[in-house]
């Protein structure tokens, strides 16, 4: 069974900084891109932040320079660090895998909420 479970949401002051952790079981993780998304109350879902197999990384403009999205093939486990966090980063964030054209998984997301 296929599972991604996504934890270190929380509330967190305008500046400050949070964590979010992407566990991945049931599939060969060291072989999978991962992405992260994040949806916004009445937004479009939107891709934030990536890294492959080979660990080549890519941003958002919004985040470029704030997040760092990592991978720990040891522990299945993708992260993404957020720094200098504002109230316009508060949504729900995502991580997905897809591993064919139409085979795609997704957690079940966490909540980031910024404060001003």
């Known amino acids: 069974q296929v599972q991604l479970v996504e934890s270190g949401g929380g509330l967190v002051q305008a500046g400050g900084s949070l964590r979010l952790s992407c566990v991945v079981s049931?599939?060969?993780?060291?072989?999978?891109?991962i992405n992260w998304h994040r949806q916004a109350p009445g937004k479009q879902r939107e891709l934030v932040a990536g890294i492959s197999r080979y660990y080549i990384t890519n941003y958002s403009d919004s985040v470029k320079g704030r997040f760092t999205i990592s991978r720990d093939n040891a522990r299945n486990t993708v992260y993404l660090q957020m720094n200098s966090l504002t109230p316009e980063d508060t949504a729900v964030y995502y991580c997905?895998?897809?591993?064919?054209?139409?085979?795609?998984?997704w957690g079940q997301g966490t909540q980031v909420t910024v404060s001003s």
């Open positions: 997905n895998t897809k591993v064919t054209f139409s085979t795609e998984y």
């Open positions: 049931g599939l060969t993780f060291r072989i999978l891109n």
